[in-house]
């Protein structure tokens, strides 16, 4: 069986999005912390950085989300793993997949 490789690409804005969101969550997951930046730690040195060169604001359906748009277009990702996915219906624009997680789970196995 053939496993996909997955890559995750980030861009500043974006990890100190998974960080907040991370935080404001962790009690629910039972992590302290410590454990939940240690977590996010470890993910980050896994990522890619990026840095973005262009501003995408009038493609993204809610620019609340245009940053993610942005560390799509830098890291040139063919995907994108969301559960947002309504918000990124123009994506496909640059040739990008919108997947829930549990497709990608799916698509890997």
């Not at 999005?17 to 935080?23: A, Q, R, T």
């Not at 962790?26 to 060169?53: D, I, P, Q, V, Y």
């Not at 918000?87 to 990008?96: I, K, P, S, W």
């Amino acid at each position: 069986m053939h496993r996909e490789e997955v890559r995750v690409h980030v861009t500043v804005p974006l990890a100190l999005e998974y960080e907040e969101v991370l935080l404001r969550h962790r009690k629910a997951a039972g992590w302290s912390r410590r454990e939940t930046l240690a977590f996010l730690g470890l993910f980050l040195r896994r990522a890619r950085c990026h840095e973005t060169r262009y501003l995408w604001r009038e493609h993204a359906d809610d620019p609340e989300y245009a940053h993610v748009l942005e560390a799509i277009i830098a890291a040139q990702a063919s995907c994108l793993v969301t559960f947002n996915t309504g918000d990124f219906t123009g994506a496909d624009q640059f040739r990008v997949e919108v997947m829930r997680p549990g497709a990608l789970l799916r698509k890997i196995e």
